[in-house]
């Protein structure tokens, strides 16, 4: 049943979108995060520091992914953002307080919705002109020591 579970999220995400694959580390974001709560509420501190370790991870993925290209004041709002929700993660895991990753969680939800609702904007047609300035600049293949990054949403 693993593999097959295996080979549909790998399927899901080599055909998605880059939208589309950026409200997939939301939606694995909220995931961890509340699983990271859920340790905390019943005391199995393990399985809170994985939470929020994943859900931590995501999020330098979608700080990482930011293209300032595009619009370098966006993506310097966002990157606060980002690293509002990180610090708030590291204090909750820390402290074993659940309220500042609680505000995590609410900010992640929220952009969630926001995000899904631009997808359904861009899908109607509207802005569709517009580049996204959530998607990575093309790799190049000038040289010979190109890297790129790794990407893991197993869980």
Known sequence: M????DAYLRNAV????PEQLHLMLYDGAIRFTRQGLEGLETHTYDAAFEGFSRAQKIIVEMLSSLNYKVDRALCNRMAGLYNFIYRKLVES?????????????????YQRETWVMLIDKLRQGQDSSVPSA?????????GADATYGALSVSG
């Open 14 to 17: 080599m055909t998605a979108t």
């Open 134 to 142: 959530f998607a990575p600049p093309p790799p190049s293949f000038e």
């Open 93 to 109: 895991g820390t402290s074993r307080i659940p309220g500042p990753a609680r505000e995590a969680l609410k900010l992640l939800e």
């Open 2 to 5: 693993a593999n097959a579970s």
